[in-house]
């Protein structure tokens, strides 16, 4: 089956500083990826939706300026917080759909952010 | 708006009886529903899903779902628990071109 990855797997950081997360899809072509937010016994919560060559779309209330999303290829998109603050901690889980309509969306292993 | 409502926070089955975690749904089209399934420190993975067609959805792992559209729900079953599916499961509905919206998620818990 398809198969997404994740690196990295854990990140510490301290305040202030950036971090790059990396959303890969191994054994297909991602038309688009999503990236979703996850508190501790909580849903997702869906950041932002990107595509690749274009301009990532954001949910209602997350900070494009805060939340860089990068899709710069079929297989790769990049999340980077940047400026990380301690309430920025949580666990960052991307997804990727193979098509348009109304495919699966297939989902990475997650990667946990502390912020210090 | 789409909304997914999983009523049960927890559900404790004992191992080999039969399971059921439930979900309703509410959207303004045809739904696409699906069943993800996440295991604690990793992502979600795929269990099945109902994009039109028979009813009964089944998927990995023994699970099956059921699509009902008069009562707008879409529970998941399996006929005889394991220990190992013990997780957190999540519902998530989706109209056509639209975004997934996820339940709040059922903690399982089977009981050895």
């Known amino acids: 089956g398809a198969v997404v990855s994740q690196h990295p797997s854990r990140v510490i950081c301290k305040s202030g500083t950036s971090v790059k997360i990396e959303c890969r899809s191994l054994?297909?072509?991602?038309?688009?990826m999503f990236w979703y937010r996850q508190f501790p016994k909580q849903s997702l919560m869906l950041m932002a939706t990107?595509?690749?060559?274009?301009?990532?779309?954001?949910e209602q209330g997350v900070e494009k300026d805060k939340f860089l999303i990068n899709h710069a290829s079929l297989t790769l998109s990049t999340l980077t917080v940047t400026s990380a603050h301690p309430e920025d901690s949580s666990f960052y889980i991307c997804?990727?759909?193979?098509?348009?309509?109304?495919?699966?969306?297939?989902f990475g292993p997650g990667t946990r952010l502390t912020v210090l | 708006a789409q909304s997914v409502a999983q009523p049960e926070d927890q559900v404790n089955v004992a191992e080999g009886n039969p399971l059921t975690v439930k979900c309703t749904y509410s959207?303004?089209?045809?739904?696409?529903l699906f069943w993800y399934v996440q295991y604690p420190n990793r992502g979600l993975q795929f269990l099945l899903k109902?994009?039109?067609?028979?009813?009964l959805v089944k998927g990995s792992y023994g699970f099956e779902a059921e699509f009902n559209k008069s009562q707008t729900s879409f529970h998941l079953k399996k006929p005889s628990a394991l220990v190992s599916d013990s997780a957190l499961y999540f519902c998530?509905?989706?109209?056509?071109?639209?975004?997934?919206?996820f339940g709040p998620g059922t903690r399982l818990s089977v009981l050895p």
């Open positions: 998530a509905v989706r109209d056509y071109g639209q975004n997934f919206v």
């Open positions: 109902y994009i039109t067609g028979d009813n």
């Open positions: 054994d297909f072509q991602a038309t688009t």
């Open positions: 959207v303004s089209g045809n739904p696409y």
């Open positions: 990107s595509n690749e060559g274009s301009k990532a779309t954001y």
């Open positions: 997804s990727a759909r193979q098509g348009r309509g109304t495919d699966t969306q297939y």
